[in-house]
């Protein structure tokens, strides 16, 4: 350390920046597992959660919502504010068919300083968006990238939202990314009571990359009815009700375990 920096002012840095970053820990896997579940989103043991960020996007949204039309399932969007104010007919009609309109921040940045009042006008800003083009308060918060800090925990908390991260996930924002490879990734992590992570936009991803989540879907969601779950929103994730066996891994007839809560690195 440089003679010219006393150790009393730095240490007050150091125990800064632990306070600000160390929430964000709960992106590890095992962090989630064993400290905070429903962080994680562990909901109803025989209901999946189907969420989607970083739209929305006029060009992709909408094919995601005829697919999930066709499927006959619910979803939940976490939005970015600074596209809900561009795009707002794409975030009325996402509302309009049913689906739950969630909050994924302002704009898809990362958090290296602490910044709490910009971070609470941020997420109040992406709420007030969202409550005026659908006329609902949105529920639940979505750091981008998963990073949620100390900050971004207080503005949320402080704006009325629940944070949550996902249980398994596609790597679908990459551009080696096909439905095959999403449906893989996302069945080797996740059991009943999870909740799943996938993009309808390719705003902040590899270009054309959503055509391999949107690939996935029909797949995906048969997958999830044979193993005897629901498929549907956060909304739902804790009340669904269905008449099945015990929960079961895919892939794994038979099996039964706890939801999981996985995911080797990091997109959101």
Sequence with gaps: MPESVPRAAVLPLAAGALAHIGPAA?????VRRHLSPRLAGAGHPRHVALTFDDGPDPVSTPLFLDALDGLGVRATFFVLGDAVVRH????????????????HGWSHDRPWLPAPVRELRAVRRAVAAVQDVTGVTP??????YGILTSGRWAAARAAGLRPVLWT?????????????????TVEADLGGGGTVLLHDTDRTAAPDCWRAALGALPDLVADWRAA??????????GTAVVHATAPRVLGRPGAVRRPPVSGRSWHG
């Design 168 to 184: 398994a996930w596609g790597r679908d924002w990459t551009a080696t990314a096909t439905p095959a490879s999403v449906r893989a």
């Design 228 to 237: 005897g779950w629901t498929v549907g929103p956060l909304a739902d994730h």
């Design 139 to 144: 529920q639940w918060y979505r750091p981008p």
């Design 88 to 103: 707002p007919g794409v975030v009325r009609e996402t509302a309009r068919r049913g689906h739950e309109v969630a909050v």
């Design 26 to 30: 709960t992106w590890l896997p095992v």
